[in-house]
C-alpha cells in the first residue's frame, strides 16, 4: 500500500488516468491493494479517489490553491476532515499570531514571572487550557492553580492580593463562572490577564491585559469548542515560553527534577506499557 500511496502523492495527474488494473501494474501491486489504499486514505473505492486526484491535479496545474471549505459533512471521507481541520487549525493559528498584541503579552508575562501566586480560571474546554497552562508553570517552579469548581475559584480568589496574578479563559468572554472570580481578583488588588475571543467583552472590564485569539469559521461537527482551544493553546505556548526565558536559571532545575520525579512512571524502551 505504500507504493500506491507514494505513486498518488508524487504524480495525482498521471495515476488519475490510470484504471485501477493500471495503476496495480505501475506499482507492482495488485488490485486488491490498490482500493485497500483508497479505503485507507477515507474514500469508498478507487473510483473516488480517482476523481479526487483529478481535482488536485487540476488545481496544481492552474497555480490555485486548494478550493477547501471549512464545513465537514457527514459524507466527507476520513482524509477530507483530515486535510479541513488542518487547514482550520493553521488559519486559527496565522490568524491568532497576527493579532497578538505582543505589549500586552510581555506585560503579562512579566507579571507572573514575578507573581507570588498564580490563579487561572477556566470552564469546559477553556478549562482544560488553563490546567496546561498551571502544569506547565508548576513544572518551572512557579505557585499556580487551577480550580476547576467555580465556588471555589471564587474563594481563592478572595485570597489573592497585590503581587498575584489572575488568569481568565473564555473564549466569548462572557462565562460568568470565569468572570466571577477574574472580577474577585480585581478588586483585591491582583494583576488581572484575560484570554479571550471577543476584545470587547464583558471579562475585558477586570482585565489588566487582554490577549486575543482567533477562531476558524464554525461548523455544525467543528463546534466552536475545537477551534477557540487551537488559539488559546498557543497564547498559552506563548506565555509559559515567555516565562521560561525569563526564570532560565530557575526554570531549567525545577523542569529537569519534575522530569526526574516521573521518570520512574515511564515504561522502560521495548516494553510495552
Same mark, same amino acid.
Do not use: W
Given at each position: 500500500?505504500?507504493r500506491v &500511496?507514494?505513486? /498518488?502523492?508524487? *504524480?495525482?495527474a498521471g495515476?488519475?488516468?490510470?484504471?485501477v488494473t493500471g495503476?496495480a501494474?505501475?506499482?507492482?501491486?495488485?488490485e486488491?491493494?490498490?482500493?485497500?489504499?483508497?479505503?485507507?486514505?477515507?474514500?469508498?473505492g478507487y473510483?473516488d479517489?480517482?476523481?479526487?486526484?483529478?481535482g488536485?491535479a487540476?488545481?496544481q496545474?492552474?497555480?490555485?490553491?486548494?478550493?477547501?471549505?471549512t464545513?465537514?459533512?457527514?459524507?466527507?471521507?476520513?482524509?477530507?476532515?483530515?486535510?479541513?481541520? @488542518?487547514?482550520?487549525?493553521?488559519?486559527t493559528?496565522? *490568524?491568532?499570531?497576527?493579532?497578538?498584541d505582543?505589549?500586552?503579552?510581555?506585560?503579562?508575562?512579566?507579571?507572573?514571572? @514575578?507573581a507570588r501566586?498564580?490563579?487561572v480560571?477556566?470552564i469546559?474546554?477553556?478549562?482544560?487550557? @488553563?490546567q *496546561?497552562?498551571?502544569?506547565?508553570?508548576?513544572?518551572?517552579?512557579?505557585?499556580a $492553580?487551577?480550580p476547576?469548581?467555580?465556588?471555589l475559584?471564587?474563594?481563592?480568589a478572595v485570597?489573592?492580593r497585590?503581587?498575584d /496574578?489572575?488568569v481568565?479563559?473564555? $473564549?466569548?468572554g462572557?462565562?460568568? *463562572?470565569?468572570?466571577?472570580?477574574l472580577?474577585? &481578583?480585581?478588586e483585591?488588588?491582583?494583576t488581572?490577564?484575560?484570554?479571550?475571543?471577543?476584545?470587547?467583552?464583558?471579562v475585558t472590564?477586570?482585565?489588566? $491585559?487582554?490577549?486575543?485569539?482567533?477562531?476558524?469559521?464554525?461548523s455544525?461537527?467543528?463546534p466552536?469548542a475545537?477551534?477557540?482551544?487551537?488559539g488559546?493553546?498557543?497564547?498559552?505556548?506563548?506565555l509559559f515560553?515567555?516565562?521560561?526565558?525569563?526564570?532560565y536559571?530557575?526554570a531549567a532545575p525545577?523542569l529537569a527534577?519534575?522530569?526526574?520525579a516521573?521518570?520512574?512512571?515511564?515504561?522502560?524502551?521495548?516494553?510495552?506499557?
Open positions: 500500500m505504500q &500511496a507514494e505513486a /498518488v502523492a508524487s *504524480d495525482p495515476c488519475a488516468a490510470l484504471t495503476l501494474e505501475r506499482t507492482g501491486t495488485s486488491a491493494t490498490v482500493v485497500r489504499t483508497a479505503r485507507l486514505l477515507g474514500y469508498p473510483r479517489l480517482r476523481l479526487a486526484l483529478a488536485l487540476a488545481q496545474q492552474s497555480g490555485r490553491a486548494p478550493a477547501l471549505t464545513d465537514i459533512t457527514v459524507d466527507d471521507p476520513i482524509a477530507d476532515v483530515v486535510a479541513k481541520l @488542518a487547514h482550520d487549525e493553521q488559519q493559528l496565522a *490568524d491568532t499570531a497576527a493579532g497578538l505582543t505589549v500586552q503579552l510581555g506585560a503579562a508575562v512579566a507579571a507572573l514571572v @514575578a501566586r498564580i490563579d480560571y477556566g469546559g474546554a477553556s478549562g482544560l487550557v @488553563a *496546561d497552562l498551571t502544569q506547565k508553570l508548576l513544572r518551572i517552579g512557579l505557585m $492553580h487551577a476547576g469548581d467555580p465556588h475559584a471564587v474563594t481563592n485570597q489573592l497585590a503581587g /496574578v489572575a481568565a479563559i473564555t $473564549h466569548s462572557s462565562t460568568r *463562572d470565569v468572570i466571577e472570580p472580577r474577585v &481578583a480585581f483585591r488588588g491582583a488581572t490577564v484575560a484570554i479571550t475571543g471577543r476584545p470587547d467583552a464583558p472590564q477586570y482585565a489588566d $491585559h487582554v490577549l486575543t485569539t482567533s477562531t476558524a469559521r464554525e455544525e461537527l467543528r466552536a475545537m477551534s477557540s482551544r487551537t488559546q493553546l498557543l497564547v498559552v505556548d506563548c515560553v515567555g516565562v521560561a526565558q525569563r526564570t536559571e530557575t525545577a527534577a519534575s522530569y526526574e516521573l521518570a520512574h512512571r515511564r515504561s522502560p524502551r521495548g516494553r510495552r506499557a
